[in-house]
């Protein structure tokens, strides 16, 4: 289902809108939609095939309609497989108790909040985890713009590079420098597991051949989720100087896990998977600061309370719409700089020390010029309609073009190895691509923690090739670590029945690491 999971929601938004008046007639539309957010979809009966919902806008109610052999689930806001949505006999999600926020005259004394029953707590109290009002409202106003102890709005005279970036819409470059004199950074990241079924692919485009106009050789992003990764893989990428984060340990299938997980479940998941990275790739040097969320299910402020704690560097997990201008990455010490787009909407409110490597949708369309506004994508492999070579290298031309024309903010192409290896044409686009963007000089293929370098030490395009951050590792030649790793058949009591493979040119371990046991020594009861 999870790979699924993105086509799913594109084909609910490109659903065929339909006004049927029939249906509604005899509906109350102001009754309907008082108090209803405008993203809601919901039923008007139970009587129909569970496919139709309905949504309120300005004109009045819009139907949706699911493809057929889907029906939408109101819980989760989504089409899904018909005999997976256990919610056709509700119209709506439940309605929650909502705190009173905004009055007239005030209700509560000063730094306290009133609950919806009325009762009057400390405004601290409001979203911190855990429920305080009787009626449970102080958890059920949290968002980005609703959390009463919010991260402030960008206040450029208290945040100044190294340390913190913002803007108030988020398209500012860095150190005022003129576009024409930023290098279009451009990042390409991997999702998952490393092992036998991409290795090859890796190769292909990371040959050492291809090199910025700084005399170093481009550079790659790789998100590694644990299960079926060979380490000495993961060791070897990390060896020529491309950069490894970490994706979770158990990268579970169900996405609530993900955006309504604990500080723990986040910590035993990110923080294990590093360890386990550290301990089997060999990786010594401290260089894994950075996450991604699986199904990019953000898990709201508990995630990036443990990033911090944990001293991650920065997540790359929240999306930004398809704008007119790309935005640049941030810090999160004051309020994000976008809508909170994507998954389960659960950004963090609260203000973190933490960057974030926001990804911008890529526009889709054929033909910009002409076709109608679709909606973005965010990985290459969500682009449903890119379905030729051709179609792919226009999309990576267009959406180089949309930010090398504008202010520059670095192109980030995120892609499942297995998508590019579906056919041979989209690997031999990319590598078609990547030459040509290399044949200027102002282009250049780096990591996500190189362009936080670059942002915290903004240089002009001309003393770059002296930029000392971008020189680690530059052209890395010799041998990988070992040449025939340890193929370790391990088990764990976590997964009883599955004997699975550790490769790794360390020691093997006594049993396969997983979340309660993540160094594989066995349990401490």
Same mark, same amino acid.
């Given at each position: 289902?999870?790979?699924?999971?993105?086509?799913?929601?594109?084909?609910? =938004?490109?659903?065929?809108?339909?006004?049927?008046?029939?249906?509604?007639?005899?509906?109350?539309?102001?009754?309907?939609?008082?108090?209803?957010?405008?993203?809601?979809?919901?039923?008007?009966?139970?009587?129909?095939?569970?496919?139709? %919902?309905?949504?309120?806008?300005?004109?009045? =109610?819009?139907?949706?309609?699911?493809?057929?052999?889907?029906?939408?689930?109101?819980?989760?806001?989504?089409?899904?497989?018909?005999?997976? %949505?256990?919610?056709?006999?509700?119209?709506?999600? /439940?309605?929650?108790?909502? /705190?009173? +926020?905004?009055?007239?005259?005030?209700?509560? /004394?000063?730094?306290?909040?009133?609950?919806?029953?009325?009762?009057? +707590?400390?405004?601290?109290?409001?979203?911190?985890?855990?429920?305080?009002?009787?009626?449970?409202?102080?958890?059920?106003?949290?968002?980005?713009?609703?959390?009463?102890?919010?991260?402030?709005?960008?206040?450029?005279?208290?945040?100044?590079?190294?340390?913190?970036?913002?803007?108030?819409?988020?398209?500012?470059?860095?150190?005022?420098?003129?576009?024409?004199?930023?290098?279009?950074?451009?990042?390409?990241?991997?999702? @998952?597991?490393?092992?036998?079924?991409?290795?090859?692919?890796?190769?292909?485009?990371?040959?050492?051949?291809?090199?910025?106009?700084?005399?170093?050789?481009?550079?790659?992003?790789?998100?590694?989720?644990?299960?079926?990764?060979?380490?000495?893989?993961?060791?070897?990428?990390?060896?020529? @100087?491309?950069?490894?984060?970490?994706?979770?340990?158990?990268?579970?299938?169900?996405?609530?896990?993900?955006?309504?997980?604990?500080?723990?479940?986040?910590?035993?998941?990110?923080?294990?998977?590093?360890?386990?990275?550290?301990?089997?790739?060999?990786?010594?040097?401290?260089?894994?600061?950075?996450?991604?969320?699986?199904?990019?299910?953000?898990?709201?402020?508990?995630?990036?309370?443990?990033?911090?704690?944990?001293?991650?560097?920065?997540?790359?997990?929240?999306?930004?719409?398809?704008?007119?201008?790309?935005?640049?990455?941030?810090? +999160?010490?004051?309020?994000?700089?976008?809508?909170?787009?994507?998954?389960?909407?659960?950004?963090?409110?609260?203000?973190?020390?933490?960057?974030?490597?926001?990804?911008?949708?890529?526009?889709?369309?054929?033909? /910009?010029?002409?076709?109608?506004?679709?909606?973005?994508?965010?990985?290459?492999?969500?682009?449903?309609? %890119?379905?030729?070579?051709?179609?792919?290298?226009?999309?990576?031309?267009?959406?180089?073009?949309?930010?090398?024309?504008?202010?520059?903010?670095?192109?980030?192409?995120?892609?499942?190895?297995?998508? =590019?290896?579906?056919?041979?044409?989209?690997?031999?686009?990319?590598?078609?691509?990547?030459?040509?963007? +290399?044949?200027?000089?102002?282009?250049?293929?780096?990591?996500?923690?190189?362009?936080?370098?670059?942002?915290?030490?903004?240089?002009?395009?001309?003393?770059?090739?002296?930029?000392?951050?971008?020189?680690?590792?530059?052209?890395?030649?010799?041998?990988?670590?070992?040449?025939?790793?340890?193929?370790?058949?391990?088990?764990?009591?976590? =997964?009883?029945?599955?004997?699975?493979?550790?490769?790794?040119?360390?020691?093997?371990?006594?049993?396969?690491?997983?979340?309660?046991?993540?160094?594989?020594?066995?349990?401490?009861?």
């Amino acid at each position: 289902m999870a790979r699924w999971w993105p086509i799913l929601s594109v084909l609910l =938004l490109c659903c065929a809108a339909v006004h049927s008046q029939d249906k509604l007639e005899g509906i109350d539309v102001e009754e309907v939609c008082a108090d209803r957010p405008a993203d809601e979809y919901f039923r008007l009966d139970t009587e129909t095939d569970c496919r139709e %919902v309905y949504r309120c806008t300005k004109s009045g =109610l819009k139907e949706i309609q699911c493809p057929s052999g889907l029906a939408f689930d109101v819980f989760k806001q989504t089409c899904d497989w018909k005999a997976k %949505v256990t919610n056709c006999d509700e119209k709506e999600r /439940p309605r929650k108790a909502k /705190p009173i +926020l905004k009055t007239d005259e005030p209700i509560c /004394p000063d730094g306290k909040l009133s609950c919806g029953d009325g009762e009057c +707590l400390d405004k601290e109290l409001f979203c911190n985890g855990k429920p305080d009002c009787k009626d449970e409202s102080d958890e059920n106003a949290c968002s980005v713009d609703e959390d009463p102890n919010r991260a402030p709005e960008c206040d450029s005279t208290q945040c100044a590079l190294p340390d913190c970036f913002c803007s108030a819409d988020g398209t500012r470059i860095p150190g005022g420098i003129e576009p024409q004199q930023v290098p279009q950074m451009i990042t390409i990241t991997f999702n @998952g597991a490393v092992n036998v079924d991409n290795i090859d692919l890796y190769e292909d485009i990371f040959n050492g051949q291809h090199q910025n106009p700084n005399g170093c050789s481009i550079k790659g992003t790789f998100f590694v989720s644990h299960k079926y990764t060979n380490y000495s893989a993961v060791q070897d990428l990390h060896r020529r @100087g491309h950069e490894i984060s970490v994706f979770s340990l158990t990268h579970k299938d169900d996405p609530n896990y993900w955006s309504s997980g604990s500080y723990d479940d986040w910590l035993a998941e990110m923080a294990g998977s590093r360890l386990i990275v550290e301990r089997f790739a060999n990786i010594t040097d401290g260089s894994i600061i950075g996450m991604r969320a699986p199904y990019l299910r953000v898990g709201g402020n508990k995630q990036f309370e443990m990033m911090a704690d944990q001293f991650f560097v920065y997540d790359a997990s929240i999306t930004a719409s398809l704008g007119r201008v790309p935005i640049w990455p941030y810090t +999160l010490y004051f309020r994000m700089p976008h809508k909170c787009n994507g998954n389960a909407h659960n950004c963090p409110s609260r203000s973190h020390p933490v960057w974030e490597m926001v990804m911008n949708e890529l526009d889709r369309r054929d033909d /910009p010029t002409f076709d109608e506004s679709l909606p973005g994508c965010h990985m290459v492999d969500s682009c449903s309609n %890119v379905a030729s070579g051709e179609q792919f290298a226009r999309l990576l031309r267009h959406n180089f073009n949309r930010h090398y024309n504008s202010n520059r903010a670095p192109l980030g192409l995120h892609f499942h190895a297995s998508w =590019l290896k579906s056919k041979k044409e989209y690997r031999d686009e990319l590598v078609k691509f990547i030459e040509e963007m +290399l044949g200027r000089n102002d282009v250049f293929f780096v990591t996500n923690l190189q362009v936080i370098q670059w942002m915290q030490n903004p240089t002009e395009l001309n003393s770059l090739r002296d930029f000392q951050e971008w020189k680690e590792k530059c052209d890395v030649k010799g041998q990988p670590y070992c040449s025939l790793p340890n193929a370790c058949p391990l088990t764990t009591r976590e =997964l009883p029945g599955e004997t699975l493979r550790l490769f790794t040119c360390m020691e093997c371990p006594n049993n396969y690491p997983w979340i309660l046991d993540p160094t594989g020594d066995g349990f401490s009861v």
